[in-house]
């Protein structure tokens, strides 16, 4: 049973990531290369085996692809420039390098908070132990 549920969460194909998405094998394939769509690789080489995570791909289509992937409108009838100019890409990635570090930091205060508020629970339950255990002992 377990098996099976863990073997629906992962898609072991492009034509099972594509037929998930509702779209071209091409198209997701493009969707990786253009969109960062969570695709997993088996080795190294662009030709090897791949697989996607079923939550990584729903988090991937709520956050991204409800304004990234809508079909682009042609200008003129001619298709819209895909490819960034170099500028672009060196603004896109510091961009990307700075929301990095400003998670990595969240991450890390996030991790602090809840390890205060477990600390600050267990001192709480352990009062809570010992209160209960002087009441038992009236009690008696």
Request: glycine content about 4%; charged content about 20%.
């Amino acid at each position: 049973m377990a098996h099976a549920i863990r073997s629906s969460l992962i898609l072991n194909s492009w034509k099972e990531i594509a037929s998930y998405m509702g779209r071209g094998v091409r198209t997701v394939q493009r969707w990786e290369r253009e969109l960062c769509l969570p695709v997993h690789r088996i080795g190294n080489g662009k030709r090897s085996p791949v697989y996607a995570l079923v939550p990584q791909l729903k988090f991937w289509l709520t956050t991204t692809a409800t304004h990234a992937v809508a079909v682009p409108a042609l200008h003129n009838g001619a298709p819209p420039r895909l490819e960034p100019t170099t500028l672009e890409q060196t603004q896109i990635k510091n961009s990307m390098i700075e929301l990095s570090r400003q998670l990595i930091a969240e991450s890390q205060n996030l991790v602090r908070a809840v390890a205060q508020a477990s600390s600050r629970q267990q001192r709480r339950a352990e009062i809570l132990q010992k209160r209960i255990l002087e009441m038992q002992s009236r009690i008696r």
